[in-house]
């Protein structure tokens, strides 16, 4: 067998691998969120592995009918990977702005504008130069849309940080990289190298995908379930063992907790525990000093309930260790902006805390806190 086909064979076999455990993680995902952007993604990987497939069908020579099927096939991993994001951007409540749709309209005829160049560029080198042009438009339309897909997902960046930031370049670097691969195919000499980059461009597309759905921030996002809520919105102080009862009260409703104890917590309670030894511990963990992160949390929270139908309920049960890490202006500051988001969503913010545990002063401030959600 010539070294060019071994490596492409063995390339292949690397990408179906990666496609098929991206498939199965990121569909696990989807039965375990029923976020509907995880089932695209994941069916996206699943026909890229049919898509690789055909290509080394392709390898052996242009045919009208392999030609055609991985035509549609390419084109439906890019439209599944489309929706899969879309639908992605509309469960993070983000709207599409107007200008990205203004760059979708430009599809058509930038598509044209290429053909036409690599048509002529190939005119005397392909051998079939119909072919090569029906190869060519798909691979034109797929990889612009993949491009397209880079600059839109920037979007989520401010929820999902840096992950986002090296997905967006990679989509966007796949999509120019399939711009060319009709000229390999026509180019046998060329084909090496066009294999070896494809490979490393979707295993690498395929890990930041596993890694963004596995995420704490995506799997957070759970389809919220409506209940009545027998408790009153705005903000209450209440006390270990007022804390108790709440517990049960609310075992059934899906609270976002900030707690240092993480015993009897209710299984359908999104807990978060507060330590700084974040790296170490074994369950979902956020430092004290990372009152940005909590207020992040708790705004998505919020919305993500309201939009749900129902009521959002927010529990703090580390006042005095938040006060510990930082200045209690700090804290104070933060605890003002959660009563905002609380108020303005009608959802409840309860404190658990002990009179005695803090000055009269704090206490003071505390109280007033209470006193201001109630106006």
Same mark, same amino acid.
């Given at each position: 067998?010539?070294? *060019? ?19 199965? @993680? =990121? ?48 084109? !439906? ?7 899969? =994001? ?7 409540? =983000? ?11 430009? +599809? ?26 029906? +190869? ?10 993949? %491009? ?12 999902? *940080? ?8 990679? +989509? ?18 060329q084909a090496i190298f066009g294999s070896a980059v494809s490979a490393f461009l979707i295993v690498t597309l395929t890990v930041l995908m596993i890694r963004l759905t596995s995420s704490e921030e995506f799997l957070r996002l759970k389809t919220m379930e409506i209940h009545e809520v ?31 104890? @993480? ?6 309670? &999104?807990?978060?525990?507060? !330590? &700084?030894? !974040? ?25 993500? %309930? ?17 006060? %510990? ?25 309860? +404190? ?14 505390? !109280? ?8």
């Open positions: 067998m010539p070294v *060019g086909d071994a490596i492409g064979m063995i390339c292949g076999m690397v990408v179906i691998l990666f496609d098929l455990m991206a498939f199965l @993680l =990121i569909l696990r995902v989807y039965f375990k969120t029923k976020r509907k952007s995880a089932l695209f993604i994941s069916l996206a990987w699943l026909f890229d592995l049919f898509t690789v497939l055909h290509y080394s069908f392709l390898s052996l020579g242009y045919t009208v009918s392999v030609v055609y099927r991985l035509g549609i096939l390419l084109n !439906t991993v890019a439209a599944l990977m489309f929706v899969g =994001i879309v639908k992605w951007l509309e469960e993070e409540k =983000i709207e599409i702005a107007p200008h990205y749709v203004e760059v979708f309209s430009l +599809l058509g005829p930038i598509v044209v504008l290429y053909l036409v160049a690599v048509g002529t560029l190939m005119e005397a080198k392909a051998q079939d130069l119909r072919g090569f042009l029906v +190869l060519s438009s798909f691979h034109g339309i797929a990889g612009l849309l993949f %491009m397209w897909l880079g600059y839109l997902v920037r979007e989520i960046k401010d929820i999902y *940080g840096k992950k986002i930031t090296y997905l967006s370049v990679v +989509l966007f670097i796949f999509g120019l990289h399939l711009l060319p691969i009709p000229v390999t195919y026509a180019l046998p000499e027998e408790i009153e919105p705005g903000v209450r102080i209440i006390n270990q063992e007022e804390y108790k009862k709440v517990k049960e009260k609310l075992k059934d409703v899906p609270v976002l907790a900030f707690v240092r104890a @993480l015993n009897n917590i209710p299984e359908n309670w &999104t807990s978060y525990f507060v !330590t &700084t030894a !974040t790296k170490e511990s074994k369950v979902e963990a956020i430092s004290p000093m990372n009152l940005e992160r909590m207020t992040e949390l708790s705004y998505k929270y919020l919305k993500a %309930m309201e939009e749900a139908g129902s009521r959002g309920i927010i529990l703090i049960d580390c006042l005095e260790y938040l006060i %510990m890490y930082n200045e209690f202006t700090s804290v104070i500051k933060f605890l003002n902006k959660l009563k905002d988001f609380v108020v303005s969503h009608k959802g409840t913010l309860l +404190l658990v805390a002990e009179r005695d545990a803090f000055e009269d002063q704090q206490w003071a401030l505390l !109280t007033r806190l209470l006193e201001e959600a109630k106006e």
